[in-house]
């Protein structure tokens, strides 16, 4: 009887063991690891979804990849790619990119339009043809919803807001009867476009980041419109602050995206160009200033050099913004009140040719005070409401530094990025930032979180939240803190709430809060 038991119990341990391996088998999932990981990276990469670097090894890139697939595919998000969610990545990796020629709508009759005379609102959570004809209409004039599936999810919310704050439309990710007649004008202007056939030669918003022929053509207009120095082939800071010049002289918003507005202007043979430089030993200021930094050069840089020496602060005018210069302007910051950040921006230079800003310091020996005294922050009309996943951070990476700015308390500091997931992991970059953030909290590390202003690598200031509890990994050793931080920023309520239920929450209501605070308008998604 005994020996019965045991054989009984013996089998069962083999069923369990049997039915564990067969359940397991086919799945991937975080941790795992081999050429079937490297495999489903590849597809994913192939379909354009971030998964950092093709090693094989199941990280939080690819589980978030895996997460976005299933999400915009009506998969169960769970960010585990089990035999449907493998079967739906490699089917869509197996078509041809290539859209269809019909993908692309355009108005068969100038009085039905596209949408045929039928403007009753479409928004998010309605499905069918109409909504595939938004996503196509959306696409063509080059805002990406993601994919064209006929599901109105987050990415054709994102791309209709996106519409509607770049048209004058009130920003409510809602389709209805303006916003759907605006469409429809915009693909009559497209179908219509200015003489000069590079104005419609791109089906994309640059962004910081960007390479390809598209970049290289609108640098090289810019090079000679006079707004940019030389031609790099990557949509990098330099060529930001050169789209957002010619953006405030041609009288639009100067975010430092080139869409499709931007380029039709760009293109346009009645571009403006750039002021030329006098050849007085200190120019007259311009109206418009390049935000110039470590790397610019040119004659705006050798401008910058020129006022400085004049001023009686050292420095070679070489025309090259290298670490001489980004020192003497930090200085000439710390001089004259403003943000020490080495960064010759358009207050910056404001002060600088204003014809009352001050020299070096007479008396280099007094006391010095604080590196980053409190400040004004930066104007309301600069801070832009972004979208993490959306705007932000496909343009960053690991390893940049940003700039946070604290309303409450008007201190400022630096992070460097550490890991970017579903929000930022980041490290004060120095003991000295360290300690300004921690008396921004009260002077305790704390998981209490704050709104705060940032300034990302672009130059672009955004929301966002944040703590300044140390926690976990990190990379910096010598800053006086020791594990990373987390900083929020903005995504859906809907995503946040299904993804990260209680710290994510949290910070998104604070986001929500400031913003109303800071403009008067409710976030509506």
């Not at 093709?54 to 769970?78: C, S």
């Not at 922050?377 to 496909?394: M, V």
């Not at 209490?448 to 690598?457: C, I, M, Q, T």
Request: glycine residues 10%.
């Amino acid at each position: 009887m005994k020996k019965l038991v045991r054989l009984v119990a013996l089998s069962l341990i083999l069923i369990c063991a049997v039915t564990a391996a067969f359940a397991k088998e086919g799945r991937l999932e975080y941790g795992d690891s081999g050429p079937e990981v490297l495999r489903l990276q590849q597809a994913l990469k192939s379909l354009g979804y971030r998964i950092g670097t093709l090693d094989g090894k199941y990280g939080a890139y690819t589980e978030n990849a895996v997460r976005k697939f299933q999400r915009e595919n009506g998969l169960e998000v769970d960010g585990i790619a089990g035999a449907k969610t493998q079967a739906a990545i490699y089917a869509a990796a197996s078509r041809t990119p290539t859209p269809k020629p019909t993908a692309t709508p355009r108005p068969t009759n100038q009085a039905s339009g596209v949408f045929g005379g039928n403007y009753a609102t479409i928004q998010k959570g309605d499905s069918g043809e109409r909504v595939r004809l938004l996503q196509n209409c959306l696409m063509s004039l080059g805002y990406s919803v993601g994919k064209v599936d006929g599901r109105f999810g987050d990415g054709t919310h994102s791309a209709l807001i996106r519409f509607q704050s770049a048209n004058g439309l009130t920003a409510d990710g809602k389709a209805g009867e303006r916003t759907l007649k605006k469409i429809e004008q915009r693909l009559r202007e497209s179908a219509n476009p200015t003489p000069d056939p590079t104005a419609t030669g791109t089906s994309r918003t640059l962004r910081p980041g960007y390479t390809g022929a598209d970049v290289t053509r609108a640098q090289q207009r810019l090079k000679e419109l006079g707004w940019l120095s030389s031609v790099s082939g990557t949509y990098d800071s330099a060529t930001v602050a050169a789209v957002m010049a010619f953006q405030r002289a041609a009288g639009l918003t100067p975010d430092g995206l080139a869409g499709q507005k931007t380029l039709n202007r760009l293109y346009a043979a009645d571009a403006p160009r750039a002021s030329t430089p006098t050849a007085e030993p200190t120019p007259s200021p311009t109206p418009y200033y390049r935000i110039l930094e470590y790397g610019s050069s040119g004659a705006a840089v050798r401008q910058l050099q020129t006022a400085l020496k004049n001023l009686g602060y050292s420095l070679s005018v070489n025309g090259r913004y290298d670490e001489t210069t980004r020192d003497v302007v930090s200085y000439f910051q710390k001089r004259n009140g403003l943000y020490v950040d080495g960064v010759a921006g358009q207050k910056t230079q404001t002060v600088l040719y204003s014809g009352s800003a001050l020299g070096p310091d007479p008396n280099p020996t007094a006391t010095p005070g604080p590196t980053n005294p409190p400040l004004s922050g930066p104007a309301k009309d600069e801070i832009k409401l972004l979208h993490w996943f959306n705007d932000i951070k496909p343009t960053v990476k690991s390893g940049q530094v940003i700039t946070i700015y604290d309303p409450a308390s008007r201190l400022s500091w630096k992070l460097r990025f550490y890991s970017l997931g579903r929000h930022a992991d980041s490290e004060p970059l120095t003991a000295q930032d360290t300690a300004t953030m921690k008396e921004a909290f009260g002077g305790k590390f704390t998981w209490n979180e704050k709104p705060v202003y940032v300034k990302l690598p672009s130059g672009v200031w955004t929301i966002a939240s944040m703590h300044d509890m140390p926690h976990e990994s990190w990379s910096i050793r010598d800053n006086g803190f020791d594990g990373h931080l987390c900083v929020h920023f903005l995504r859906y309520m809907e995503e946040t709430e299904r993804n990260d239920p209680k710290n994510g929450v949290r910070h998104q209501k604070d986001i929500r809060k400031a913003w109303k605070a800071l403009t008067g308008e409710d976030i509506p998604w």
